[in-house]
Nanobody
């Protein structure tokens, strides 16, 4: 079955950096666009970034553009989110997910993992 496992979260000071990982299994990883989404306490889930199956197309929310970089290693079935210049408003639970359709970018995602907590605080 589809399994997505996030890791790499933690406590970091403002201006710091973290790299999150998403390990995928149970499906043909390279055939799906993959997403990072996040949820701050008391707020709705926010889309952060998405990357194409081959990794040649990336999209970012305006709130993280220029600070976050998404990438993937299809040989290892892992997606990454490199986060720099972190701000307190980046605090939240970060999830990875896959698009609802193979090969296509629909903007809809499914199969979120259990998440990894990122806390940006001094």
């Amino acid at each position: 079955q589809v399994q997505l496992v996030e890791s790499g979260g933690g406590l970091v000071q403002p201006g710091g950096s973290l790299t999150l990982s998403c390990a995928a299994s149970g499906f043909l990883f390279e055939t799906f666009w993959m997403y990072w989404v996040r949820q701050a306490p008391g707020k709705e889930i926010e889309w952060v970034s998405v990357i194409s199956g081959w990794g040649d197309t990336e999209k970012y929310a305006d709130s993280v553009k220029g600070r976050f970089t998404v990438s993937r290693d299809n040989a290892k079935n892992i997606m990454y989110l490199q986060m720099t210049s972190l701000k307190p408003e980046d605090t939240g639970m970060y999830y990875c997910a896959r698009d609802v359709l193979r090969y296509d970018y629909t903007g809809d995602y499914e199969n979120r993992g259990q998440g990894t907590q990122v806390t940006v605080s001094s």
